[in-house]
């Protein structure tokens, strides 16, 4: 079932860090702005692709309720997935973490066709695997 259109909203893996996640129903929308102060969510990224996310909500940056970081700045599938474990891991470290987001990378629409298809799946298949197949829509 489709969860609200691509302009609305933008699917991904989602996993369970050390806080409860804050719930949502199938066809509901998980938002970024309306989290309480003590959660934290982590936004791993590939080749800034979450980047419209991080940037429309700027003050739950500042205020460290949104912490980012990414498999591959440049979208080298090489790179992200020598990269994928150890931001796992970092994901542990962070503190008050609710909700880590993952991307869909074969998803997302990109100017120049990602190279090695191999490794992208393998890296998405990774992250898919880590959300344990769970999937929430995200507001942007």
Known sequence: AQLLSAQAAIRMPAVQAH???PATSEGSL????EAEGRHTFIIIDFADMLKPVVAAHSSAVASGRIVYRSLSVNGSTAEASHNV??????TETVPNGTV????????FPTSEPIANDELLFAV????????????VAVGV
Do not use: K, T
């Not at 998980?30 to 702005?33: A, G, M, V």
């Not at 880590?100 to 998803?107: N, T």
């Open 124 to 135: 998405e298949d990774r992250l898919f695997r880590a959300a344990s197949g769970r999937v």
């Open 30 to 33: 998980l938002r970024l702005d």
């Open 19 to 21: 806080e409860p996640m």
């Open 85 to 90: 474990f150890d931001a796992l891991r970092w």
């Open 100 to 107: 880590v987001l993952l991307p869909f990378i074969s998803e």
